[in-house]
């Protein structure tokens, strides 16, 4: 068995975290090699050829809060490809398209009484000021709603959307996981009538590139399409990797891939960690995506409650970054026992052209021009209450690993910056636990 002693500190995993961290650790002057499974990196914010359209497999959108994201956009000089656009938000429920995402448009929406309006948009309000989320990190998301919005302003706003994002899981969440995801959007407006979003010009790729190059210029290396089968520790310190037959010595390793991945990869890890990520539960998604001759909706986000649809909302992409040919997501969130986890592609866009169908009454299947299906088994962990202290910590008991996923994201929403935080949170762990 060959053993290569050339390099000190493994990232596993090349999505935005991943290559945070290595990029952070090479700035310290550190000896890094990246290890991804796939053929590119990015991981769900990567980028593919949609018939012609370079474009990411799974949407991605940038808000005003979004911090981290813009200091590093100003680090690589990158500010001037970052674009905002103002988009609209609508409501198709029961087979009707609302206007929605402003004061107007809820005071406007026939289905709910005076009384549950103001009492929602309250909550909306009062989201936006929050700065400590443990408290409601402790109460479960259900109850807390149908006391701030009545069971029929829960029945009509959120059950819909919970229960096919969530299905059996759809009441183990907590008010925070909530909370701060009304917030991030909320604050992404130029006045409280109008959301504005962003995007980079380029998409994704174009951070991720020069991330690469970077990385690559500072003495960093990339293995794509490439396994790590083992971790490997001796004496409860990390010694090396296994990819293939062959053994890779380092003296850390920072893992970015879902934590499941991590535990079967790790059998080495402490047993009170490996019951932690055990006990995390993750819900997966078969996106659907359409290339359309024209637009569906004016609408950037649609939330779905409608009796005749199985999904919780319809991303129109273009209606945030123009263009002639029209961009639709799809998305089938699903657990990993669920029955359409088996559909073939071709099941998932016969059902999804469906509803394109019946949420624009001109739809022809005519406009389409391309379509896909991209899959990913760990889109969005399951934030029961009192998640804080389910992770387990990002510096493992077993010394020399650091591990996180986008579940430590909690309680914000999974995004590009918040994956370059904990990025950078992971090389800094890294770097004051030399061994």
């Given at each position: ?285 078969a996106c659907v995506l359409f290339k359309l001759k ?90 029961p209450p009192g998640f804080y202290d389910q992770l ?44």
């Amino acid at each position: 068995m060959e053993i290569n002693k050339l390099n000190t500190v493994a990232v596993i995993g090349a999505g935005p975290m991943g290559l945070m961290a290595a990029y952070e650790l090479l700035k310290q002057g550190r000896k890094v090699t990246l290890f991804e499974l796939d053929d590119r990196i990015g991981g769900m914010s990567a980028s593919f050829d949609f018939d012609g359209t370079k474009i990411e497999r799974f949407y991605h959108f940038i808000c005003k809060p979004d911090q981290p994201m813009f200091d590093l956009l100003k680090e690589f000089n990158l500010s001037d490809q970052l674009r905002w656009r103002d988009t609209k938000m609508g409501f198709y429920y029961q087979g009707k398209l609302y206007r929605w995402g402003d004061p107007i448009s809820l005071l406007k929406f026939p289905r709910l009484g005076l009384i549950t309006k103001l009492r929602y948009g309250l909550m909306a309000l009062k989201l936006t000021k929050v700065t400590d989320w443990h408290k409601l990190d402790k109460i479960g998301v259900t109850d807390w709603l149908k006391k701030h919005v009545g069971e029929k302003g829960y029945q009509v706003l959120w059950k819909s959307l919970f229960y096919y994002k969530f299905y059996q899981y759809k009441d183990d969440l907590s008010a925070a996981w909530l909370g701060t995801r009304v917030k991030r959007v909320g604050l992404s407006r130029r006045s409280m009538f109008q959301e504005t979003l962003g995007y980079l010009e380029g998409g994704s790729d174009t951070l991720l590139d020069v991330m690469e190059k970077k990385i690559l210029e500072l003495g960093g290396e990339i293995k794509l399409k490439t396994r790590v089968t083992e971790i490997i520790k001796e004496n409860n310190q990390i010694s090396a990797v296994r990819i293939d037959d062959k053994l890779h010595a380092f003296n850390q390793v920072i893992s970015t891939i879902p934590l499941p991945y991590l535990a079967t990869m790790a059998p080495c890890l402490p047993n009170n960690e490996m019951k932690k990520i055990a006990a995390v539960n993750n819900v997966g998604v078969a996106c659907v995506l359409f290339k359309l001759k024209h637009s569906l909706t004016k609408n950037f986000w649609l939330n779905v409650n409608d009796d005749h649809m199985e999904i919780p909302g319809i991303i129109e992409y273009t209606n945030l970054n123009p263009a002639e040919e029209k961009i639709i997501y799809v998305p089938y969130y699903l657990p990993q026992d669920h029955e359409k986890h088996q559909w073939t592609n071709e099941q998932f866009i016969a059902e999804a052209t469906g509803y394109l169908s019946r949420i624009n009454k001109d739809f022809d299947n005519n406009w389409i021009l391309a379509t896909h299906v991209a899959r990913y088994g760990f889109a969005q962990t399951v934030c029961p209450p009192g998640f804080y202290d389910q992770l387990p910590p990002m510096q493992s008991q077993l010394k020399g690993l650091f591990m996180a996923d986008t579940s430590y994201c909690y309680p914000e929403d999974r995004s590009i910056s918040e994956s370059v935080r904990i990025g950078k949170e992971l090389a800094k762990l890294a770097n004051e636990n030399i061994n």
